[in-house]
Nanobody, 124 residues
Framework: QVQLEESGGGLVQAGGSLRLSCTFSGRASKSSGMGWFRQAPGKMREFIAGIDWSGRITTYADSVKGRSTISRDIAKNMVYLQIDTLRPEDTAVYFC?????????????????WGQGTQVTVSS
C-alpha cells in the first residue's frame, strides 16, 4: 500500500509562485513513477506533470510547460511541483499520484494511488 499526502496549497496572487509537496510511503514507492494532476470546478481531472522513479525523466502538460518544475527527493520520499507565473486558470485542487510503472506520463492509464488533494487558488 502506498500512501500520498499533499501540502503547500493556498491562496496566491496572479504572477506569483507556489511549491507543492507530496510525501509518499509504502511498499515499492521508491520505484514508482509519480505525478501531479489537478481538477478545477466543473472540469475533469487533468495531468500536469510526471516524473520517473529516478527523477531523471520529466514530462509536462502544455498548460504548465515552461513555468513548472517537477522533482523528487528519493531519500526523503518526496515529490515536488513548482509552478511559477501563476494564472487564475491554475485555480484547482492539485493531486499527487503514483503508478506502478517506472514513469508517469500523460498517457499513463494505471494510476494506482491518489492523494487527497490540496487547494490552490490564484487571485487576479
Amino acid at each position: 500500500q502506498v500512501q500520498l499526502e499533499e501540502s503547500g496549497g493556498g491562496l496566491v496572487q496572479a504572477g506569483g509562485s507556489l511549491r507543492l509537496s507530496c510525501t509518499f510511503s509504502g511498499r515499492a514507492s521508491k520505484s514508482s513513477g509519480m505525478g501531479w494532476f489537478r481538477q478545477a470546478p466543473g472540469k475533469m481531472r487533468e495531468f500536469i506533470a510526471g516524473i520517473d522513479w529516478s527523477g531523471r525523466i520529466t514530462t509536462y502538460a502544455d498548460s504548465v510547460k515552461g513555468r513548472s518544475t517537477i522533482s523528487r527527493d528519493i531519500a526523503k520520499n518526496m515529490v515536488y511541483l513548482q509552478i511559477d507565473t501563476l494564472r487564475p486558470e491554475d485555480t484547482a485542487v492539485y493531486f499527487c499520484a503514483a503508478t506502478s510503472e517506472a514513469v508517469l506520463t500523460i498517457k499513463t492509464r494505471a494510476i494506482d494511488y491518489w492523494g487527497q488533494g490540496t487547494q490552490v487558488t490564484v487571485s487576479s
